[in-house]
């Protein structure tokens, strides 16, 4: 083979599913490959379910543990990644979704058979209690024809619990710099930058819904809270843009090329929305049509409360 692969499951504070997910993994049908089992200190008992399975297990494949000593969140923890596994391809898990039995020779096959840096493929989508969700993860960018410049300024690209990546990504643009950014995000980017983007259109997993973080529009309860929910998504979008502004000149894009434009006009556009909430809006007078129009979206959305 022309790569070598570990599988990383990614846990935090999912004591009730990580069972079923570590389970999962020992129980892939490729040739024996790398189990990385890591827990981002986790203040619940994942990593004793987790040491339990490992030490039990007596299968073909080899079984690395590790906790971190302290929370280093999802950003972070996906960078660790780098250094845990020693596959040059890293296969993701999440601790509370099920890989079917065939999800890393699959994935093996595709890395095998093309050059791609990113792999990722169909899921089933239930809830926790077993009810099916439709797959609205497919109206990501990655999973249709696209342009460069529209991925750009995604923030849907692909189902990230179904990803593989390799870690050229790693070396060439570095880890992820922001805390804030969820790592398909920044992954598909990169791989769409490099043109080297591969969708497996089978079912490779039960992602399971309801449990994790959300960007859902659904409506809040209070203004205050709408109001806090609207800050950290738009400071995370405001990360997202800024890592996608430094990948892309990191791949060789001049700063006047129709991605490195529309990456900056929607991250102005997304400073002047952040600015309802923290009146810091001098800073966009010189644009005072669009800062109105960003103001008054937020506006309307903090009444909404959505």
């Given amino acids: 083979m022309k790569n070598s692969y570990s599988i990383v499951v990614i846990a935090y504070n999912q004591s009730a599913w990580i069972e079923d997910a570590v389970k999962a993994v ?11 089992l890591s827990d981002d200190c986790s203040t619940d008992d994942t990593f004793t379910k987790m040491t339990a399975l490992a030490q039990g297990y007596d299968g073909p494949h080899t079984v690395v543990l590790n906790r971190n000593p302290v929370n280093l969140g999802l950003a972070g923890h996906v960078n660790r990644t780098y250094d845990l596994a020693s596959g040059d391809v890293i296969i ?43 797959r609205t993860y497919q109206k990501g960018a990655l999973y249709s024809a ?20 390799h870690k050229d990504m790693f070396r060439k643009y570095g880890p992820i710099a ?37 960007n859902s529009t659904t409506r809040s ?18 990360s997202v843009l800024e890592q ?5 000149r990191t791949f060789g894009l001049d700063e006047t090329h129709p991605v490195c434009r529309a990456l900056r006009v929607l991250r102005d556009r997304t400073e002047m929305r952040l600015s ?14 669009r800062l109105t129009r960003a103001l008054l979206s937020e506006w309307l959305r903090d009444v909404r409360k959505r």
């Fill in 146 to 165: 696209y342009d460069l410049t529209s991925v750009a300024v995604s923030m849907e690209l692909y189902l990230g619990a179904t990803a593989a990546w």
């Fill in 178 to 214: 922001y805390p804030e950014c969820y790592e398909d995000l920044i992954f598909g980017f990169r791989a769409a930058l490099e043109d080297r983007v591969s969708c497996i259109n089978e079912d490779l997993l039960l992602y399971r819904v309801g449990n994790g973080l959300t």
């Fill in 92 to 134: 993701s898990v999440a601790g509370d979704d099920i890989c079917y039995p065939n999800r890393a020779s699959r994935t093996i096959e595709a890395f095998e058979t093309g050059d791609p840096l990113l792999v990722f493929s169909q899921a089933r989508v239930e809830t926790f209690d077993g009810q099916e969700r439709p």
């Fill in 244 to 248: 996608r502004y430094q990948d892309a």
């Fill in 276 to 289: 309802y909430y923290r009146g810091n809006r001098r800073r966009h007078i010189r644009t005072p049509a």
């Fill in 26 to 36: 020992l129980q892939q049908d490729c040739d024996p490959i790398e189990i990385v």
């Fill in 221 to 238: 309860s209070s203004r205050e809270e709408n109001s806090e929910k609207r800050i950290r998504l738009l400071q995370r979008m405001i």
